[in-house]
């Protein structure tokens, strides 16, 4: 969820010198902060730290609105397309705007443990496919010599430790990818499951 990732919104007030606050946008490493009226008070918009080049906070005032929120709950599937399509946005927790997330956040480990997540089910998916497609480990033949000798290699040392798997278990990603790319007989099975 979001808020694994977000960071707190680095808020200014509005009546502020724009020049000052600049500087210690700059300083924080900053490049967007929230407007408030009072310090207590809601975040009333959003100021880019590029535009407050001179006069007060409110001149450099842009409205946050709705397409620019998300929850604190929002999923970060949700969030990779909302971040597709805009470099932030602000973040809710109850009623009031106290966050921010960027693309930048994608990069934390949050995110990659997702990812992660996802690529291992994907990759089960792609073995229980292949299992299908090519009847009594039939997979073998379609692999270079050092390709299957390196699977080989791995399921003996797993074995070792005491791990049940079979040879596919031991095959790289991009092999069980290459089995299933251009089998036209399997596409055809998975199109019937669809209709």
């Not at 929230?34 to 880019?48: A, I, S, W």
Request: hydrophobic share 40%; net charge negative; aromatic share 8%.
């Amino acid at each position: 969820m979001t808020q694994t990732i977000l960071e707190p919104l680095q808020s200014i007030p509005i009546d502020g010198l724009a020049s000052e606050f600049k500087e210690i946008l700059d300083t924080r490493g900053f490049d967007v902060a929230g407007v408030k009226q009072f310090e207590d008070g809601p975040v009333l918009g959003f100021v880019f730290k590029e535009e407050m080049q001179s006069g007060r906070i409110r001149d450099c005032l842009k409205p946050i609105n709705a397409e620019d929120l998300i929850s604190d709950a929002t999923q970060l599937a949700d969030l990779f397309t909302v971040l597709r399509k805009k470099e932030r946005a602000f973040v809710l927790i109850g009623p009031s705007v106290r966050g921010i997330v960027t693309r930048s956040d994608l990069n934390k480990p949050p995110v990659r443990i997702y990812l992660f997540g996802l690529i291992s089910l994907l990759e089960m998916h792609m073995q229980f496919w292949v299992n299908f497609a090519y009847p009594a480990e039939s997979w073998k033949e379609q692999f270079s010599g050092n390709r299957l000798a390196a699977a080989k290699e791995l399921q003996d040392e797993r074995r070792k430790r005491d791990e049940a798997v079979t040879l596919l278990d031991c095959t790289q990603f991009c092999d069980k990818a290459s089995l299933l790319v251009g089998k036209l007989d399997l596409i055809t099975k998975l199109n019937s499951f669809q209709e």
